[in-house]
């Protein structure tokens, strides 16, 4: 009895050092969100420069997951953690001391490449900790809630930084995940390399050029570089179904229920960056608000971090589906709350019973969608599995931000055309993108329903 609660000890250690990874690297995307305005003014650059620096970490981390789940496979899932998390640590600190833009931006996007290449490693790891399926469908659910507390973590935590000293300690946060990860990676099991396994560079090359350039194109707003983004990721998914040996198995993709899965996490992931983005523009540029401030004002969001272990027992005892349809209706009311805010609205009202509900909505559609977006997945594809859903973690908020901005300032523009207020008409373009993300939530609820099987994950 001793040596089993021996054996579980080492195995919670264990999970919590995967999991403090995915939470560090989930929450180096929302790092810069809040101090944007210090750094704009440190470096006196333009408004696209400081969306290009927002989006940079998103579209290396993004685009090259799926050649980061390969490498796992290829190389071994522990020794790509080590090397992954040493480019992250290293290139934090890089961006901690950068002296110009450029290097900033160089380290964003170096940040994005470590990332990457830790994220599916993390997720094979997590397949040789737990080999037993309903007791990983356990700890999945917790992991689906990761992401979320990491991203809101982030914001927060940076944002009281930024206020308190300057916004280069932020940066403190991913250099002290990658040191304590690094300390205790001997913990983690030394998975082999999957046999035969090879790297496709080609088909990597694809993916990633053709992710960076469809969410370019999107946040620049350039219906050639989209077209050009979807052509190239169209020649993949030739590729992919024509090869013997593919980068991304289509069954992946295309089993019953993880299409709807992904779908739910890279709506999610955009829900949270857009709530984080619009509402910092209002809380600041609005009411007036100080970085300090605006930062204590998402602070119900940390609730997310509590659901981990009871969207867990929740996923047991309903199932993902409905735990999922339940946390995307929460979600879509969290959006519609927001969908009705003016330049009176007070904190202690919609704006705050909307910033509970949604950490509670996430933690819920997250750990759903994950053990859904897992199911059947065998361990020698648990890399490319854990590529594949981070990918649509990551370009969520990069592709659905750039939407929703698009969508804000078309309604902006038409209000300020009306002769209202500069105010009323920017807080009308924010309401207008939080009612079509309501929408998108209620929708989606609907195909869960039809499209994933009622006992996954119990």
Request: aromatic content about 6%.
């Amino acid at each position: 009895m001793s040596q089993l609660l021996t054996v579980q000890s080492k195995i919670s250690r264990q999970f919590v050092l995967l999991g403090t990874a995915q939470a560090g690297l989930i929450a180096a995307i929302t790092l810069i969100t809040v101090p944007l305005p210090a750094i704009q003014r440190e470096f006196g650059v333009s408004a696209p420069d400081l969306a290009l620096l927002t989006a940079a970490y998103g579209l290396s981390f993004g685009g090259l997951l799926l050649v980061g789940g390969r490498l796992a496979d290829h190389i071994g899932a522990r020794r790509m953690f080590v090397v992954g998390m040493a480019v992250f640590g290293i290139s934090s600190m890089l961006g901690a001391v950068a002296p110009h833009y450029e290097v900033l931006l160089a380290a964003r996007f170096a940040q994005g490449i470590g990332a990457a290449l830790v994220a599916p490693a993390a997720v094979a790891l997590l397949y040789r900790l737990y080999p037993d399926a309903r007791e990983r469908a356990r700890v999945l659910a917790v992991w689906g809630t990761l992401s979320v507390a990491g991203a809101v973590s982030g914001s927060v935590v940076s944002g009281l930084i930024a206020a308190v000293t300057s916004w280069r300690w932020t940066f403190a946060i991913p250099i002290a995940v990658a040191a304590v990860t690094l300390a205790g990676v001997r913990r983690l099991p030394a998975a082999a390399p999957v046999r035969g396994t090879r790297l496709r560079l080609l088909d990597g090359a694809l993916v990633t050029a053709g992710l960076v350039t469809l969410s370019h194109g999107v946040l620049d707003e350039a219906p050639v570089t989209v077209a050009l983004g979807l052509a190239v990721l169209a020649g993949f998914v030739l590729r992919q179904a024509r090869g013997v040996e593919p980068l991304l198995p289509l069954g992946l993709v295309t089993h019953r229920g993880r299409t709807t899965a992904l779908l739910v996490i890279w709506l999610t992931a955009a829900a949270s960056t857009a709530a984080q983005f619009f509402l910092s523009l209002y809380f600041q540029q609005i009411h007036g608000w100080s970085q300090s401030v605006t930062s204590a004002a998402f602070l119900p969001f940390l609730l997310v971090i509590v659901m981990g272990p009871v969207s867990s027992r929740l996923t047991r005892r309903h199932g993902a589906r409905q735990v999922t349809t339940v946390g995307l209706l929460l979600v879509a009311a969290s959006m519609a709350l927001l969908a009705f805010i003016d330049v009176d609205s007070e904190y202690p009202g919609g704006i705050l019973v909307a910033l509970l509900l949604f950490p509670l909505g996430a933690g819920m559609a997250f750990a759903g969608a994950t053990v859904t977006a897992f199911t059947d997945v065998s361990a020698e594809h648990s890399g490319v599995a854990g590529g594949v859903v981070n990918t649509s973690m990551e370009v969520g908020p990069t592709v659905g931000l750039a939407l929703l901005l698009a969508l804000s300032s078309a309604r902006t523009d038409s209000l300020a055309v009306d002769g209202v207020t500069t105010a009323a008409a920017a807080t009308g373009g924010y309401a207008a993108a939080f009612a079509a993300t309501a929408g998108a939530f209620l929708v989606t609820a609907a195909v869960v329903q039809f499209t994933v099987r009622k006992d996954a994950s119990r």
